[in-house]
């Protein structure tokens, strides 16, 4: 049964550029990736190096790194055979007298041998390796699989996670901030949370979700960040046109964003408090019987 291509490799079946699968062998890149190797000449001269492994008298170790890589038994076999006759040659230089000649003939012409079969495997094997580094090439420059887009997360918990951060990152700052800055952001906090966990669990209607957007992503975490992006010595000292020094104004937009944080909660009860109210005068017109119904 054939090996099945690897999934990045199958998901470019359905283009024109398509990775073949050799039955016997590893994946191969498209054809013209392979000619395009192939017609180099300095592709194919870097590629052969592997033929100074016969010259110098290792026919199997050449062998079977190309048997291995290419997937090729008969190469491996080739390997075995030259292994083996490399080691009786040797074995025959150990016996003496004039065994020595017979091994020396053996070694030549086990030497000899390998290094033709090699000269004529190079071919192959060039073809052999263009397919692997084209493969290889041909993955690498792959479109990306497209990316499933991420559910949205619910709008209300984004905003509870963003209160948070802002909170965490006054309690980092708390050095930089003027006195009275952490405690204000907290009393904000203490205000939004609970408005937030509400309106969760029953929902929020746009304009409460509007408000509640701008005070904790824009509001809140902007006055800090632009008090912060001044040097600590400017903020607290440096005077500007309306005679107040940044840390006094970052003291008061707190102070009315504390103010408009409650007047946000207010709305919210009163819209739910307005609710029950008029479902009790429905329920009063509808269930209530008059004198007359006695």
């Known amino acids: 049964m054939a090996e099945r291509a690897p999934r ?6 359905g283009s024109g550029d398509a990775v073949v699968r050799r039955r016997s062998g590893p994946a ?3 054809p013209e990736v392979v000619s395009r190797r192939l017609r180099s000449r300095t592709w194919r001269a870097a590629n052969s190096w592997w033929l100074a492994i016969p010259a110098v008298g290792l026919p199997w170790l050449a062998f079977l790194y190309m048997g291995l890589r290419g997937r090729r038994p008969g190469w491996v076999a080739a390997a075995a055979a030259y292994l083996v006759a490399s080691t009786g040659a040797l074995a025959l230089f150990a016996q003496g007298s004039w065994w020595v000649l017979l091994a020396a003939l053996v070694a030549a012409g086990t030497w000899g041998t390998g290094l033709v079969h090699s000269i004529m495997a190079n071919s192959r094997w060039l073809r052999i390796k263009a397919a692997l580094a084209g493969a ?22 984004a ?9 965490q990152r006054a309690n980092r700052a708390g050095g930089r901030l003027p006195d009275g800055a952490v405690p204000a952001v907290r009393d904000v906090e ?4 609970p408005v937030l966990a509400h309106v969760a669990r029953r929902g929020a209607q746009a304009e409460e979700m509007h408000n509640l957007e701008a005070i904790v992503t824009e509001y809140l975490p902007g006055a800090l960040e632009r008090y912060l992006d001044l040097p600590e010595d400017y903020a607290l000292h440096h005077r500007g046109p309306t005679g107040s020094t940044p840390a006094q104004e970052l003291l008061s937009q707190l102070g009315l964003l504390l103010e408009g944080a409650r007047e946000l909660q207010h709305a919210v009860y009163d819209h739910d408090a307005r609710l029950l109210s008029e479902q009790g005068r429905f329920l009063d017109a509808k269930f209530r019987r008059s004198d007359l119904d006695l």
Request: glycine share 0%; net charge negative.
């Open 8 to 13: 990045s490799l199958r998901a470019r079946a």
């Open 28 to 30: 191969q890149a498209p």
């Open 136 to 157: 290889q090439e041909a993955l690498e420059q792959a479109p990306p699989a497209p990316v499933e887009p991420a559910e949205p997360a619910d709008p209300v918990q």
């Open 159 to 167: 905003l509870q996670a963003r209160l948070r951060e802002t909170v």
């Open 190 to 193: 203490d205000v939004l949370r």
